[in-house]
């Protein structure tokens, strides 16, 4: 299947360098843009569409958050996930980027290893989009079991829910976030169906739901295998703890789906970021960057960054 990827950067060497980093992945169909007003006014027609957009932060006449927000306002536009570039001094703009409607962003220079494994997330989040507007009516849902129970998957919240408090904080004296993933569905160790994928959600989901927690923390599903929770009180040691019960609780969910597992280890890995100091991107940065480089012997386990 031809995926189609926009990049948008007034960097003709960074714009040359995403396109030839995106042929060596597979992908072929990209197309670039120099100037942002030029690219809003080429993509606002109501045919235009992606499966994915690359946009740089930094850039003449609009910067690529405002960018951003111009396109989530197109209908065309509001479920094609957008990655944001941004550099290492610049990663302060990432939660008015989030704001905005990024799903991610990457920082230059990138590692090879790092943006396949976030291209492959944002496409496969895009593919899932796809298939639920394509998905059979009500009447026919009866027929699959699964695919029935994971329409009522009753996640606490999403990823907005969750950005939307970040960018309100006020200064805190500790900001813990942890990123949970279930492992057979985050690497493909075993070819789950789409529904099957929901469905193994959607008990994930109600063992979250029924934990109890602080009032001033935050648990939400953030993409398909991954959930993400926040915590304004609890500094690592303690987060660790909680972690711990959190992950006991998920893996024996797991354990007890026994067949619908197809075999796959029921193992969650969740890996935890704390600073009193540091602000909720970069916290978040952390948390998630330290799970995507976790090594396939390593998963199951939790993972403190800077202990480790």
Not at 46 to 56: F, G, K, N, S
Not at 152 to 170: E, M, Q, W
Not at 284 to 294: H, K, N, P, S, V
Request: glycine share 4%; aromatic share 6%.
């Amino acid at each position: 299947m031809t995926r189609k990827i926009i990049a948008i950067d007034d960097s003709e060497i960074a714009r040359d360098l995403v396109v030839a980093t995106l042929a060596k992945f597979g992908f072929d169909d990209v197309e670039t843009f120099e100037d942002p007003l030029a690219a809003l006014e080429s993509l606002s027609g109501p045919e235009q569409t992606a499966d994915l957009v690359l946009l740089d932060i930094m850039m003449p006449g609009m910067d690529g958050i405002e960018l951003c927000a111009r396109l989530r306002q197109l209908a065309q536009w509001r479920d094609v996930p957008i990655v944001m570039l941004t550099s290492r001094s610049d990663k302060e703009s990432l939660s008015r980027a989030f704001m905005a409607g990024a799903n991610d962003y990457l920082t230059k220079p990138f590692d090879h290893i790092e943006f396949q494994a976030r291209l492959k997330s944002q496409l496969r989040l895009k593919s899932e989009l796809d298939r639920r507007k394509i998905a059979p009516p009500a009447r026919f849902v009866r027929d699959l079991p699964e695919a029935q129970e994971a329409a009522h998957r009753p996640f606490v919240g999403n990823r907005d829910t969750l950005l939307t408090a970040l960018t309100s904080l006020k200064p805190q004296s500790m900001l813990s976030i942890y990123v949970m993933s279930i492992d057979a569905l985050a690497h493909d160790t075993v070819d789950f169906s789409p529904p099957e994928r929901e469905a193994v959600l959607q008990k994930v989901a109600h063992a979250l739901a029924g934990i109890l927690q602080p009032a001033s923390d935050i648990l939400v599903h953030w993409e398909d295998e991954a959930f993400c929770g926040v915590s304004l009180r609890h500094d690592a040691r303690t987060m660790r703890r909680q972690l711990e019960q959190i992950q006991s609780d998920v893996q024996n969910v797991l354990i007890g789906l026994g067949n619908r597992m197809k075999g796959a280890p029921p193992t969650v890995s969740i890996t935890l970021a704390s600073s009193a100091s540091q602000t909720p991107s970069k916290i978040m940065g952390d948390a998630f960057r330290a799970l995507e480089t976790i090594r396939p012997e390593d998963r199951g386990k939790i993972w403190v960054v800077g202990q480790e």
